[in-house]
């Protein structure tokens, strides 16, 4: 009776085993293009060239920015904020997923609905360096604000935060 129960038993736990098999996880829409970066704020002349003793332009160092995919999880969008670390934006952009490359113009921000952005953006795949030398991805975007007045007072065009992938290695922070 004993060896019934048990055989019993031990059919009902591997039929039960046997159907508990998970879906894969299955990634996002943009995951290639999406990321934690650093990045540092320059300001740039109409040509997109720092100009000189505007480099970190307003002292934040090296900050981070988020890139990801909009909630409607398209191949072909692309959301970008700085988590509140520069001027507190976050914006939709239009992806071009073969190049790497993003962009909107006169997009509403999802922080400051009366702000409207410019953005540009282009990924580079293995262009960057981390702090510990080893590679990484870099990232280039040239971004403005129609409630910003810094660059008409002082003479320049627009922002370039520049930098590369985050790595969650401290010796990269």
Request: proline content about 3%; hydrophobic content about 35%; some cysteine.
């Amino acid at each position: 009776m004993k060896k019934t129960l048990y055989s019993f038993i031990a059919l009902f736990a591997a039929i039960a085993l046997a159907s508990c098999s998970k879906d894969p996880i299955g990634g996002t829409a943009t995951q290639e293009y999406a990321g934690e970066w650093y990045v540092t704020c320059d300001a740039v002349d109409e040509n997109d060239n720092v100009i000189p003793g505007y480099e970190d332009l307003f002292g934040l160092g090296r900050f981070n920015i988020v890139t990801y995919n909009s909630s409607a999880n398209n191949t072909n969008e692309l959301m970008v904020c700085d988590l509140g670390m520069f001027w507190d934006f976050r914006v939709k952009t239009a992806l071009n997923p073969a190049n790497y490359t993003f962009s909107a113009v006169d997009a509403q921000d999802y922080i400051d609905p009366d702000c409207l952005v410019d953005i540009e953006g282009a990924i580079y795949k293995n262009a960057g360096r981390q702090n510990n030398g080893s590679v990484a991805d870099s990232i280039c975007i040239y971004v403005s604000f129609s409630n910003d007045p810094y660059p008409d007072e002082y003479g320049y065009s627009r922002y370039k935060l520049s930098g590369v992938r985050y790595s969650g290695l401290v010796e990269n922070d």
